[in-house]
């Protein structure tokens, strides 16, 4: 049996500066948005010319007054990213671009991808998955208040704030751009991070019914310990695939499955760390659920 | 616990059978009707245009603002009562009224059978919202009234939006209302969106109007820009003939000149209509107006009744073959504003499925063997019982043609890590069961049992989290909250019929087997 219950005040303070700096990360240093929260042009461009690089597409967009651009490569040699702000774009700036383009670096290239997302759109987007975020984290709080008891709802919202918080922080320290498919992660993240959360919660009060006399210090340990198999075989075979994804699946998915990657890492430790010393501080004891049960 | 019937065995393996032909479907082409179904991919997948349009109700607004003005001056006309000050003041309708009549107008407006502002029963409101302010009335659109215009905008604007489309004919487009101002129109398989674009960035109002210098015209002249350089012209407001009157435009060489040319045919009322403006005004220039701007103003030379014209202009043949496409499938009722536009081309879109593939048996190789390291004999149940699952997905979204998209891939691969905890957990407390129990099958049995609260309260999370993800995610993201739902259905469905029976199975003949995990 490992101890975990002796390190739950320090990993309490690890998990407390590290929310604390995510906090201050979001708010000084802000997310940096893609063009589907900030509206703009993205586009994903390929050429076969291996003379053209970074710095060369740089120039020649520069040429092109479109405010700020931002090139970068993108995956595989000769495929760049290439965005910027310009909100009201015509319906033919795309092909002006390619036209000035084929001027500058010649006619050896191909746009793969084109994104514009207007300045109304973008806001709404970037409100509606703040909505979907909330919303979430709202029916988890409901599910398991209804189906626990408040001690417990407690601690596994507080596990999953910390989960959402410092994943958008490591995003933030590294400037990872958040797009839609960066809500769809942190949404499921919150699933993950509720299961798991709730696994280890149901031994909880199996054992706060079977046994009277040992304390909720103790007995979080040993329901800790006795689903721990469990929570370790489910999380490396879910980091597996999320890994396969990040290595094999392409460029699009690689903020996606790493935001999946430290959503379930986080998922999982903050269960223990998070989680069940929540249990311990509001001393829940077999009082605790008993007298729901007579209610 | 540990027996199952015949009929369920069968009936399992029924359902078993059924699923995986269906899933199977996507890699057959055959033409029975039943087993033509198949997983759609989405735009990020075999490539294409996703464009979203909104609608600019504005003009529109003002424009039925200057039609009620004018019908409200009949209307009151009609009942004999004198007003004043009858006019536009931005946006709504302001006139006064002598006070004995107040009180009727005020009638007029309010009453249920108005016919000059109409009640809408099912909005329970009239058209206009009215302020009276002693002898002055001022009318407004009512919330309703303006949701009327756009309703009926957008009904117009996806028509026009729809048959430009068609002309350009790409691949099976799909063109549909986004909210009450907004068209969303897909194009899969095209990947440069240009003209499509250009195309219904215009809103294709044509008139026919004669140039002037009079700048005292009886109707009202303005200064219009020619399109193609920066000459002007002086142009009557009075429409002669509008693009409504035309029955069918079509690019065209003209023999003589050598240029190209839209040609043009009107309907009977045109017809008669430019006949007499082209035999009373040989030697006047007339202009050919697009959208605010002067295609063309060729002098006439000679009388035309015959119903059939053409338009010259600076144009390529595809320009010309443009123009006559917008005049054939008619005006936009108000112009369109593309908001958003995402474009994948199909090679892109090829490497994403392979790339989506690559990983999905990467991943599912890694998690089976993994599985089997760890649980042996259960863990070959458990990776028969993943196999199977995945057939299930794939089935059921064949069956309901969902869209796949590309976090849709990402989301079967997390299905993939995810499925196998339900088992994990019920193998984990099987093993628990064991350190207390002798009895195999007694252990296997509690096993299941108790191991039932935290599956369903652990499914159940993921399972809320896809479903908000279904109602507020777009595009894509909606793929990948399909597939994960899909996903917890079928895995549990596989974990409880598929798994169980197996396990049992296995127990039943290892009742006395020491070390059963």
């Known amino acids: 049996m490992i101890n975990f219950n002796k390190f739950y005040k320090l990993f309490n303070i690890i998990s407390f500066i590290l929310m604390l700096s995510s906090i201050l990360l979001l708010s000084v240093k802000g997310l940096n948005f893609g063009v589907d929260f900030k509206g703009g042009t993205l586009i994903e461009l390929r050429t076969t010319d291996n003379n053209i690089s970074v710095t060369t597409l740089r120039k020649s967009f520069n040429e092109m007054s479109l405010g700020d651009v931002n090139v970068k490569k993108f995956g595989k040699e000769n495929d760049y990213l290439i965005k910027f702000e310009k909100k009201d774009i015509e319906p033919n700036t795309i092909e002006k671009i390619k036209v000035d383009l084929k001027n500058l670096i010649g006619d050896t290239f191909d746009f793969r991808r084109v994104e514009n997302v207007g300045p109304k759109v973008s806001s709404e987007l970037l409100k509606s998955g703040m909505i979907a975020i909330i919303v979430s984290l709202a029916a988890m709080l409901f599910y398991i208040w209804i189906r626990f008891e408040w001690q417990f709802s407690l601690g596994a919202i507080l596990a999953l704030f910390h989960d959402v918080i410092i994943t958008l922080g490591f995003f933030s320290l590294f400037s990872l751009e958040i797009n839609l498919s960066i809500v769809a992660a942190v949404l499921t993240i919150v699933g993950y991070s509720m299961n798991d959360t709730v696994v280890i919660f149901d031994r909880v009060r199996e054992n706060l019914r079977k046994f009277s006399d040992i304390k909720i210090y103790e007995l979080t340990n040993i329901s800790i310990n006795e689903t721990l198999s469990r929570t370790i075989i489910t999380s490396v075979t879910t980091l597996l695939a999320l890994l396969s994804i990040y290595i094999f699946g392409g460029e699009i998915l690689k903020g996606f499955s790493l935001a999946m990657i430290l959503g379930v890492i986080f998922g999982t430790y903050s269960s223990i760390y998070i989680a069940n010393p929540v249990l311990v501080r509001l001393r829940v004891s077999q009082k605790t659920i008993i007298k729901e049960d007579i209610d | ?517």
Not at chain 2, 38 to 48: E, V
Not at chain 2, 161 to 178: S, Y
Request: charged content about 20%; overall charge neutral; glycine content about 6%.
């Open chain 2, 1 to 517: 616990m540990l027996y199952f019937s015949k009929f369920k065995i069968i009936t399992v393996f029924l359902i078993s059978v059924f699923f995986i032909i269906f899933a199977s479907s996507n890699f057959l082409n055959t033409d029975n009707s039943l087993l033509s179904k198949k997983i759609n991919l989405g735009l990020d997948l075999q490539g294409g245009s996703y464009l979203l349009l909104e609608i600019d109700n504005e003009p529109v607004e003002i424009k039925k603002l200057q039609n009620s003005t004018t019908s409200i001056r009949n209307f009151l006309k009609d009942k004999n009562i004198n007003f004043t000050d009858l006019k536009l003041v931005e946006k709504s309708i302001s006139f006064n009224v002598e006070s004995k009549d107040a009180k009727n107008v005020e009638e007029f407006f309010l009453d249920k059978e108005s016919e000059i502002n109409p009640y809408f029963n099912q909005y329970k409101s009239h058209k206009f919202d009215l302020t009276v302010d002693g002898n002055n009335f001022l009318l407004k659109f009512s919330k309703y009234g303006l949701i009327e215009i756009k309703n009926s905008s957008q009904d117009q604007a996806i028509e026009i939006v729809r048959r430009r489309v068609d002309e350009v004919g790409t691949n099976e487009p799909n063109i549909l209302k986004r909210g009450s101002d907004r068209i969303l129109v897909e194009l899969p398989g095209l990947d440069d969106p240009m003209r499509i674009k250009s195309l219904l960035g215009k809103t294709a109002n044509l008139s026919f109007r004669l140039v002037t210098e009079n700048a005292n015209d009886n109707f009202g002249v303005e200064k219009l820009f020619f399109e193609n350089d920066d000459g002007e012209a002086l142009v009557s407001k009075r429409i002669i003939l509008s693009g409504e009157n035309l029955l069918d435009a079509q690019p065209n060489m003209n023999n003589q000149t050598n240029q190209t040319v839209v040609t043009f045919t009107l309907d009977r009322v045109g017809a008669k209509r430019f006949g007499k403006v082209t035999s009373t005004g040989i030697g006047k220039r007339l202009a050919i107006v697009l959208d605010g701007k002067i295609i063309s103003a060729p002098v006439i030379q000679d009388a035309i009744v015959s119903g059939n014209g053409q338009i010259t202009g600076n144009f390529t043949f595809q320009s010309a073959t443009d123009l006559a496409l917008l005049l054939r499938s008619g005006a936009l009722p108000a112009p369109l504003k593309i908001i958003e536009e995402r474009t994948v081309g199909p090679d892109l879109g090829q490497d994403s499925i392979n790339a989506g593939v690559i990983a999905l048996i990467i991943g599912f190789v890694l998690v089976i063997i993994f599985m089997f390291y760890k649980y042996k004999m259960f863990g070959l149940i458990a990776n028969i019982t993943l196999v199977l699952n995945l057939f299930f997905l794939v089935a059921i979204l064949t069956i309901f043609e969902a869209t796949l998209t590309l976090p849709g891939i990402a989301g079967i691969i997390l299905t993939v890590g995810m499925a196998v905890d339900a088992n994990v957990l019920i193998f984990e407390r099987i093993k628990e069961e064991l350190l207390k129990e002798k009895n195999n099958i007694i252990a296997f049995d509690s096993g299941y049992i108790k191991s039932k609260t935290a599956i369903i309260d652990a499914n159940i999370t993921t399972l809320i989290s896809a479903i908000i993800l279904f109602f507020m995610g777009s595009g894509p993201i909606k793929g990948f909250s399909i597939t994960l739902a899909v996903g917890i259905l079928t895995t549990l469905f596989s974990v409880y019929f598929i798994s169980r029976l197996l396990t049992a199975l296995y127990v039943i003949k290892n009742k006395e087997k020491e070390n059963l995990i």
